[in-house]
């Protein structure tokens, strides 16, 4: 990176609190939840405009929380809608031929009603980036494509970055953070030499976006991801919802004096021809799009005022498809705490957090890429299958450790991932999913969370409902206070659980409490009413804690 004199953007410096750096999926994911959360943000890429390459395409439950509480997720689900059916993951000869094995992806999505109200979405990148980006530009964030980062310099106060506008001239920018959304050769990591650990390049690829009729090939089959292995190719096909085109994975190697040279566009024709497997079918090439498969993880994610995110941070193997879904909850994390820190709401100390809280996932996570590859390929060891945790685990069942989180006196620590469906509301784990009545509308828990901060109070916790607002009145912060009762009464601040359920699930009695951060997890909760009477100074005390202001 270097700086160039000020030409474009007549010279002038923009400002708003925080630059984010790459506007791929995880880039505009950050801007969307931001914006969300009334963070001014500016995003640049370098890139016109959102991606032509499918890349990543499914997208666990857990995502499709995050997407709901921003106001993507009915978009999501209505662009998602002609995969539906592209349950299975087989392995083949050729589409045209054998075969080898056939398996339901995520065996049982379709009977996740007592974990959550979201599903699996299978959506190609290249769809769900147009929905954040135009979720993002409608609450107000400043989206600029077509612009490029040419260097930053960070200061006790906050980061002045060079812009450049692609045709020579360059602006000037003031923010208090810069969120580095830039991919796994990330320009901001490299300038800031923050070396990564992890397993390294495991294998180099190249992705073939194609088109072709595959209708007469599939006939009624849909599938989800298509291993392919016959003497003339050995990939991965992935084929869209209109049978009109999709896309084959293949490696090659340099070390054997490979290069991406070699895959014109008559070689790439060639490929996909085989995978297919029918000459009746032509092929057309429309992108090539490099990549490769690596374990890297950052050593740590926050940089003084610079904090990474996705694969910037972590490089994750795809199988498993954890990748996108990882990149997205580093963005959803990381906002509501920018948010209160930009505000003057929370200490600094709050984005410490987000190292503490997402560097752990980002390494489980990458480990888990890297057993599911040894058990797909059939390389694993039986004490690699037995270390390998499937998605729900992945997705929805990491904890966090960290200061933002208030832990329970004498509790034993939870290990690093557990099935979310054994969770009770502990500090540090996402919020239980279970279902309330508001008035007379029928909703899920985890559309309560998203914004500020939630109390949630047993039938008989009426002194920490009281103490709510006088807690976040003396620490400046949104906090909503419900009671939740098992039959409806007259108090405005009631939630109604149908057969007292919600209490089983949150784990806390009739005089007990649960604060829910704004994104979702549970930041401490009281199983009873506080012995000393004291419900506002501990409740006041908790908010002060998770908000680094002690």
Same mark, same amino acid.
């Given at each position: 990176?270097?700086?160039?004199?000020?030409?474009?953007?007549?010279?002038?410096?923009?400002?708003?609190?925080?630059?984010?750096?790459?506007?791929?999926?995880?880039?505009?994911?950050?801007?969307?939840?931001?914006?969300?959360?009334?963070?001014?943000?500016?995003?640049?890429?370098?890139?016109?405009?959102?991606?032509?390459?499918?890349?990543?395409?499914?997208?666990?439950?857990?995502?499709?929380?995050?997407?709901?509480?921003?106001?993507?997720?009915?978009?999501?689900?209505?662009?998602?809608?002609?995969?539906?059916?592209?349950?299975?993951?087989?392995?083949?000869?050729?589409?045209?031929?054998?075969?080898?094995?056939?398996?339901?992806?995520?065996?049982?999505?379709?009977?996740?009603?007592?974990?959550?109200?979201?599903?699996?979405?299978?959506?190609?990148?290249?769809?769900?980036?147009?929905?954040?980006?135009?979720?993002?530009?409608?609450?107000?964030?400043?989206?600029?494509?077509?612009?490029?980062?040419?260097?930053?310099?960070?200061?006790?106060?906050?980061?002045?970055?060079?812009?450049?506008?692609?045709?020579?001239?360059?602006?000037?920018?003031?923010?208090?953070?810069?969120?580095?959304?830039?991919?796994?050769?990330?320009?901001?990591?490299?300038?800031?030499?923050?070396?990564?650990?992890?397993?390294?390049?495991?294998?180099?690829?190249?992705?073939?976006?194609?088109?072709?009729?595959?209708?007469?090939?599939?006939?009624?089959?849909?599938?989800?991801?298509?291993?392919?292995?016959?003497?003339?190719?050995?990939?991965?096909?992935?084929?869209?919802?209109?049978?009109?085109?999709?896309?084959?994975?293949?490696?090659?190697?340099?070390?054997?004096?490979?290069?991406?040279?070699?895959?014109?566009?008559?070689?790439?024709?060639?490929?996909?021809?085989?995978?297919?497997?029918?000459?009746?079918?032509?092929?057309?090439?429309?992108?090539?799009?490099?990549?490769?498969?690596?374990?890297?993880?950052?050593?740590?994610?926050?940089?003084?005022?610079?904090?990474?995110?996705?694969?910037?941070?972590?490089?994750?193997?795809?199988?498993?498809?954890?990748?996108?879904?990882?990149?997205?909850?580093?963005?959803?994390?990381?906002?509501?705490?920018?948010?209160?820190?930009? =505000?003057? %709401? /929370?200490? *600094?100390?709050?984005?410490?957090?987000?190292? +503490?809280? &997402?560097?752990? #996932?980002?390494?489980? @996570? !990458?480990?888990?890429?890297?057993?599911?590859?040894?058990?797909?390929?059939?390389?694993?060891?039986?004490?690699?299958?037995?270390?390998?945790?499937?998605?729900?685990?992945?997705?929805?069942?990491?904890?966090?450790?960290?200061?933002?989180?208030?832990?329970?006196?004498?509790?034993?620590?939870?290990?690093?991932?557990?099935?979310?469906?054994?969770?009770?509301?502990?500090?540090?784990?996402?919020?239980?999913?279970?279902?309330?009545?508001?008035?007379?509308?029928?909703?899920?828990?985890?559309?309560?969370?998203?914004?500020?901060?939630?109390?949630?109070?047993?039938?008989?916790?009426?002194?920490?409902?009281?103490? =709510?607002? %006088? /807690?976040? *009145?003396?620490?400046?912060?949104?906090?909503? +206070?419900? &009671?939740?009762? #098992?039959?409806?009464? @007259? !108090?405005?601040?009631?939630?109604?659980?149908?057969?007292?359920?919600?209490?089983?699930?949150?784990?806390?009695?009739?005089?007990?409490?649960?604060?829910?951060?704004?994104?979702?997890?549970?930041?401490?909760?009281?199983?009873?009413?506080?012995?000393?009477?004291?419900?506002?100074?501990?409740?006041?005390?908790?908010?002060?804690?998770?908000?680094?202001?002690?």
């Amino acid at each position: 990176m270097t700086s160039e004199d000020t030409r474009a953007f007549g010279g002038a410096t923009s400002d708003a609190p925080v630059l984010i750096v790459g506007g791929s999926l995880v880039g505009l994911a950050a801007a969307v939840f931001l914006a969300h959360h009334g963070v001014r943000c500016t995003l640049v890429e370098r890139h016109p405009g959102t991606s032509v390459h499918p890349r990543a395409v499914g997208y666990y439950p857990r995502t499709a929380e995050l997407l709901r509480q921003a106001g993507v997720e009915e978009a999501a689900k209505r662009a998602a809608t002609g995969f539906e059916s592209h349950r299975t993951r087989a392995g083949v000869t050729s589409l045209a031929g054998e075969v080898l094995f056939s398996k339901e992806e995520l065996a049982g999505s379709d009977d996740l009603a007592d974990l959550t109200p979201a599903r699996l979405l299978l959506l190609p990148q290249d769809r769900l980036e147009p929905l954040l980006r135009a979720r993002a530009e409608e609450l107000g964030a400043d989206l600029r494509f077509g612009t490029e980062l040419l260097s930053f310099a960070e200061d006790p106060d906050g980061v002045t970055a060079v812009l450049g506008d692609g045709s020579g001239g360059t602006g000037t920018f003031r923010g208090d953070y810069l969120v580095a959304c830039d991919g796994p050769r990330s320009t901001v990591r490299e300038a800031l030499k923050v070396p990564r650990r992890g397993r390294g390049v495991l294998s180099r690829h190249v992705s073939i976006a194609f088109g072709a009729d595959l209708g007469p090939v599939l006939g009624e089959r849909r599938y989800s991801v298509v291993h392919v292995k016959n003497p003339r190719v050995t990939g991965i096909l992935v084929h869209d919802d209109t049978l009109t085109g999709g896309t084959l994975i293949v490696g090659y190697r340099p070390e054997d004096g490979e290069s991406l040279d070699d895959f014109t566009d008559a070689r790439c024709a060639e490929l996909v021809g085989a995978a297919i497997g029918s000459p009746d079918v032509e092929v057309t090439i429309r992108s090539r799009f490099p990549w490769d498969m690596a374990e890297q993880v950052a050593e740590g994610f926050v940089h003084g005022r610079v904090l990474l995110a996705g694969d910037a941070a972590h490089v994750i193997p795809p199988t498993g498809g954890y990748g996108a879904n990882t990149g997205i909850a580093d963005a959803h994390n990381l906002a509501w705490k920018l948010a209160l820190v930009v =505000a003057g %709401r /929370a200490g *600094a100390g709050l984005l410490e957090t987000y190292d +503490a809280e &997402r560097g752990p #996932v980002g390494t489980y @996570t !990458a480990e888990q890429g890297s057993l599911q590859l040894a058990v797909r390929s059939g390389t694993a060891t039986p004490e690699q299958r037995a270390a390998a945790a499937d998605a729900l685990t992945v997705t929805m069942g990491q904890p966090y450790r960290s200061a933002a989180v208030v832990g329970e006196p004498g509790a034993r620590p939870l290990p690093a991932a557990v099935d979310p469906r054994t969770l009770r509301g502990e500090p540090g784990t996402r919020a239980p999913h279970t279902e309330l009545l508001r008035g007379d509308d029928r909703i899920s828990a985890l559309d309560l969370y998203g914004r500020g901060f939630v109390l949630l109070a047993g039938e008989r916790g009426g002194a920490w409902t009281a103490a =709510a607002s %006088r /807690a976040a *009145a003396e620490c400046g912060v949104e906090l909503a +206070a419900h &009671r939740v009762v #098992v039959e409806p009464g @007259t !108090a405005g601040d009631e939630l109604v659980s149908p057969g007292g359920r919600w209490a089983g699930t949150y784990g806390v009695g009739p005089e007990g409490a649960v604060l829910v951060r704004p994104d979702g997890f549970v930041g401490w909760r009281s199983h009873g009413a506080d012995p000393a009477g004291g419900e506002a100074a501990t409740l006041t005390a908790v908010l002060r804690t998770v908000l680094a202001r002690d």
